[in-house]
């Protein structure tokens, strides 16, 4: 299966601006490309090149640092990336491990960060699952509750929103239903990591929403990272990953040092027909 991928972001700013970019499909994915990426950032004043220099964060995902020129710049990319068509893998007999087995690069993934406070929904979690039985079967009990919990609204996004507020207010978007699952699951001592990337309507009803880049998360199973989505609750074909972290704190899309505004923001995540040799 082809799938194309891609963005168009324009930003505006008054004067320049240093910034990071994490918008790009992950490194871990380059045997993949069928396409070259083609990565641009234009400035909107006069239409030249940005400089940009890539490099690889602490995650191993693939960054672009800049300084956005005043008046802002244009972001895109478009390009097209096999993919095997298969929906998310899944192991039912996948075993929760303890924590003084777990690898040490693993560990902090247990921890709270910016937007999971897994000290403070611990009693909660525990509450809730603590008597299904462990393993993949406890991190889907906690997907099905957080996809019954939060209605999703997009008029209704807030950068701010932490895991416990997502839970108390029952509104949000994707990064919000991810944020919830992953404390919960570190809550039960279950190590899990905050993903984005491209999902795109492959094998499922078009959704009317306009494209966008999608979370979800993976949980530390049996020695091997499965990915969840408590979003979509279902497994799903063509996800692109871009980033990976302890949260969307660890990698946001678009960060910019001083002040900014977002003027547009389009995601290309559509399948496309094989080229004939």
């Known amino acids: 299966m082809d799938i194309r991928v891609g963005y168009r972001v324009e930003i505006s700013t008054i004067q320049a601006v240093p910034g990071i970019l994490l918008l790009d499909p992950h490194p871990g994915r ?35 640092r800049l300084v956005i020129p005043a008046g802002g710049a244009i ?22 491990i303890w924590p003084p087995d777990l690898p040490p690069n693993v560990i902090e993934y247990m921890l709270p960060s910016r937007y999971c406070e897994v000290d403070e929904l611990s009693a909660t979690a525990w509450g809730l699952f603590g008597s299904f039985a462990p393993g993949w079967n406890r991190v889907q009990r906690i997907c099905n509750y957080v996809n019954a919990q939060i209605r999703f609204d997009y008029q209704c996004a807030r950068s701010t929103r ?22 919960l699951c570190r809550a039960m001592n279950i190590p899990a990591r905050y993903c984005n990337g491209f999902l795109g309507d492959i094998g499922v009803p078009p959704d ?65 027909a094989p080229k004939v040799a």
């Open 30 to 64: 380059q045997a993949d490309f069928l396409s070259e990426p083609n990565p641009r950032a234009v400035s909107i004043a006069d239409g030249s090149e940005v400089p940009v220099e890539e490099y690889t964060d602490g995650f191993g995902n693939l960054c672009r």
């Open 75 to 96: 972001f895109t990319n478009d390009m097209v990336v096999r993919d095997s068509g298969l929906p998310d893998q899944f192991d039912q007999t996948a075993a929760e």
């Open 162 to 183: 932490t895991a416990a507020q997502a839970m108390n207010e029952r509104v949000g978007v994707c990064r919000d239903f991810t944020h919830l699952a992953i404390a």
């Open 208 to 272: 009317p929403a306009p494209m966008d880049y999608n979370a979800w998360f993976e949980a530390y199973l049996g020695g091997t990272w499965w990915t969840f989505d408590a979003r979509h609750n279902v497994p799903r074909i063509g996800r692109i990953l871009v980033a990976r972290g302890r949260d969307a704190a660890d990698i946001p899309m678009v960060h910019t040092f001083g002040p900014h505004m977002l003027n547009r923001f389009e995601v290309i995540t559509e399948e496309v």
